[in-house]
C-alpha cells in the first residue's frame, strides 16, 4: 500500500500556479487593508488595498501568460485561479466599496449581488471552457464580462479616496427610500455584475 506523500498538492502546482496563489494573496492583503482603514481612518490603507487588487490583477495576466507559454493547463490551475479571482476581484473591490462608504441596507444587497455575480460568472465559464473552446486548447471568447473588469471600479474609489470623496462626502451623496441608505455610485456595482452574468461575447486575447 502506497504511503501518501507529504505535500504532495504543493508538489502538483505549476509554476504559474504560484502567481495565482500570488493574485489570491493579493486579495486577502487588500481585506485586511481595509479592516485597517476601517480601524484607524487612516486613507493611505485605502490607497494599498487598491494597490494590492492592481498587482493581483498583475499576477493574475502573468499566470495565464506563463502557462500558455510553458503549454501547462490544468483542471486543478483552472480552478485555483477562479477562487484567487473570487477573493482579488469580488469580495475585495466590494470591501472597498463597503469601506469608503456604501455601508447602508440597500449597499450591502447591492454589494453582495455584485459577488454572487462574479462567482456565478466564473462557476459558468469552467463549466463552458470546454464547449467555448471549441476542441481547441484555448477559449475564444468570453461569455459576460470578465470578473477581473472589477478593476475599474477599484481605480474609480483610489481616484475618490485620494480626493477626499470617501464616507460622509462620497460622490452622488445618499438618497434613503423607506428609511434605508443607498448610495447611487454603488449601482455601477450593480451594472458590473450584470455584465458579467450577461451572454456579452468578447473575444479573448
Known amino acids: 500500500m502506497d504511503r501518501p506523500k507529504p505535500f504532495s498538492l504543493i508538489r502538483d502546482f505549476h509554476l504559474a500556479d504560484w502567481f495565482t496563489l500570488a493574485n489570491a494573496a493579493c486579495g486577502v492583503g487588500a481585506l485586511f487593508s ?15 488595498a487598491c494597490a494590492l487588487v492592481t498587482a493581483a490583477m498583475v499576477f493574475d495576466v502573468l499566470d495565464g501568460r506563463i502557462a500558455r ?3 501547462l493547463h490544468s483542471v486543478l490551475g483552472r480552478e485555483l485561479d ?4 473570487v477573493i482579488s476581484f469580488g469580495v475585495a473591490p466590494a470591501a472597498i466599496a463597503y469601506g469608503c462608504g456604501m455601508q447602508g441596507l440597500y449597499d450591502r444587497v447591492v454589494l453582495v449581488c455584485f459577488v454572487a455575480c462574479g462567482v456565478s460568472r466564473l462557476a459558468r465559464y469552467n463549466v463552458t471552457a470546454e464547449a467555448l473552446s471549441a476542441g481547441g486548447d484555448k477559449v475564444r471568447f468570453f461569455e459576460g464580462t470578465p470578473i477581473p473588469t472589477s ?4 481605480l474609480m474609489l483610489a481616484v475618490a479616496a485620494w ?6 462626502h462620497l460622490w452622488f451623496g445618499v438618497v434613503e427610500p423607506l428609511g434605508f441608505q443607498l448610495h447611487p455610485l454603488v449601482l455601477l456595482f450593480a451594472v458590473s455584475g450584470a455584465l458579467m452574468v450577461s451572454r456579452i461575447r468578447i473575444p479573448k486575447p
Open 82 to 85: 477562479s477562487l484567487a479571482d
Open 69 to 71: 507559454g510553458r503549454q
Open 151 to 154: 478593476l475599474v471600479l477599484v
Open 34 to 48: 481595509v479592516m485597517t482603514y476601517l480601524q484607524t481612518d487612516a486613507v493611505h490603507h485605502v490607497y494599498f
Open 163 to 168: 480626493q477626499g470623496a470617501i464616507g460622509p
